[in-house]
T-cell receptor, first 114, second 114 residues
Framework: GAGVSQSPSNKVTEKGKDVELRCDPI?????LYWYRQSLGQGLEFLIY????????KSGLPSDRFSAERTGGSVSTLTIQRTQQEDSAVYLC????FGAGETQYFGPGTRLLVL | ELKVEQNPLFLSMQEGKNYTIYCNYS?????LYWYRQDPGKSLESLFV?????AVKQEGRLMASLDTKARLSTLHITAAVHDLSATYFC??????????????FGQGTILTVHP
């Protein structure tokens, strides 16, 4: 596709439910990143996938958060047992070859946990 | 741990005036990026600065990098209303286990008024 796409664009869920957020990177991009943007914390790195290497999960805030990338393309970020503090915009980005390349961001998924 | 600080955080400018946004970072890095974000939208890449003394210009925006001072500037010349947005600088983590992730500044909310 022309750019990074994410779905859903908005998600409202109840505290304690699980949610899945999807990211389709730019075709041919080998690196994929997840970030979170919230009023209190700004833009925070969550996880980074580069090719077939083990992902860098150093930014995941708790073990309720996990992500996978299937076939080197689409990625899913899963939040289990959501909490109100998980409410944020979740942004996905991709880059052509990984570290150092410009990261192109998707439109984000706005998550609201009630 | 890499820290990135922008100032000012809020900038109200008159059309036609010049101003500079500053981005300081705490540890050595290979690359620095500037992004723009419009309300409710995702991040748009503006510049990537790769080396000491690098200068990039696009329209009324000019970005520069001083790696010795760990400082980047985004200079706005003769501001117009269309430049109203939030501007983020982001620094690439230089090494270790988090190489590849971006650490963002807090963002500068720019408002240009007549």
């Amino acid at each position: 596709g022309a750019g990074v796409s994410q779905s859903p664009s908005n998600k409202v869920t109840e505290k304690g439910k699980d949610v899945e957020l999807r990211c389709d990177p730019i075709s041919g991009h080998t690196a994929l990143y997840w970030y979170r943007q919230s009023l209190g914390q700004g833009l925070e790195f969550l996880i980074y996938f580069q090719g077939n290497s083990a992902p860098d999960k150093s930014g995941l805030p708790s073990d309720r958060f996990s992500a996978e990338r299937t076939g080197g393309s689409v990625s899913t970020l899963t939040i289990q047992r959501t909490q109100q503090e998980d409410s944020a915009v979740y942004l996905c980005a991709s880059s052509l070859f990984g570290a150092g390349e410009t990261q192109y961001f998707g439109p984000g998924t706005r998550l609201l946990v009630l | 741990e890499l820290k990135v600080e922008q100032n000012p955080l809020f900038l109200s400018m008159q059309e036609g005036k010049n101003y500079t946004i500053y981005c300081n970072y705490s540890t050595t890095s290979d690359r620095l990026y500037w992004y723009r974000q419009d309300p409710g939208k995702s991040l748009e890449s503006l510049f990537v600065l790769l080396s000491n003394g690098a200068v990039k210009q696009e329209g009324r925006l000019m970005a520069s990098l001083d790696t010795k001072a760990r400082l980047s500037t985004l200079h706005i010349t003769a501001a117009v209303h269309d430049l109203s947005a939030t501007y983020f600088c982001a620094v690439l983590n230089a090494g270790g286990t988090s190489y590849g992730k971006l650490t963002f500044g807090q963002g500068t909310i720019l408002t240009v008024h007549p």
